[in-house]
Nanobody, 128 residues
Framework: QVQLVESGGGLVQAGGSLRLSCLAS????????MGWFRQAPGKEREFVAR????????RYADSVKGRFTISRDNAKNTVFLQMSSLKPEDTAVYYC?????????????????????WGQGTQVTVSS
């Protein structure tokens, strides 16, 4: 069972930056594809970004492209989400998710159902 723990959320003014971190308990972390999702009140959970197991391939939602950067440090079992030029509409609970490389076949990695493990979430609030 993989445990994921997010941190780094908080309150920030529009235009500001935050860096989210997600620490994984799994020592074979480098075999997992990692994703970030977010969920605003009353809305469905939506894809934000994903990164492949080695960190060489990334994908972003159009709404965050050019503002957010996903990265990972496999030696530290951690995936990051650097968020810049934040907007009030970025306000949400941000979730880290993981799926083993062996289970990704047939999945795009942009749907919540593509992932098998989830963190508890961290709140990001952007004030106008």
């Amino acid at each position: 069972q993989v445990q994921l723990v997010e941190s780094g959320g908080g309150l920030v003014q529009a235009g500001g930056s935050l860096r989210l971190s997600c620490l994984a308990s799994e020592r074979t972390f480098s075999w997992f594809i990692m994703g970030w999702f977010r969920q605003a009140p009353g809305k469905e959970r939506e894809f934000v970004a994903r990164i492949n197991s080695s960190g060489g391939v990334t994908r972003y939602a159009d709404s965050v492209k050019g503002r957010f950067t996903i990265s990972r440090d496999n030696a530290k079992n951690t995936v990051f989400l650097q968020m810049s030029s934040l907007k009030p509409e970025d306000t949400a609970v941000y979730y880290c998710a993981a799926v083993h490389l062996g289970s990704i076949r047939g999945r795009t990695g942009v749907a919540p159902s593509d992932y098998d493990y989830w963190g508890q979430g961290t709140q990001v609030t952007v004030s106008s």
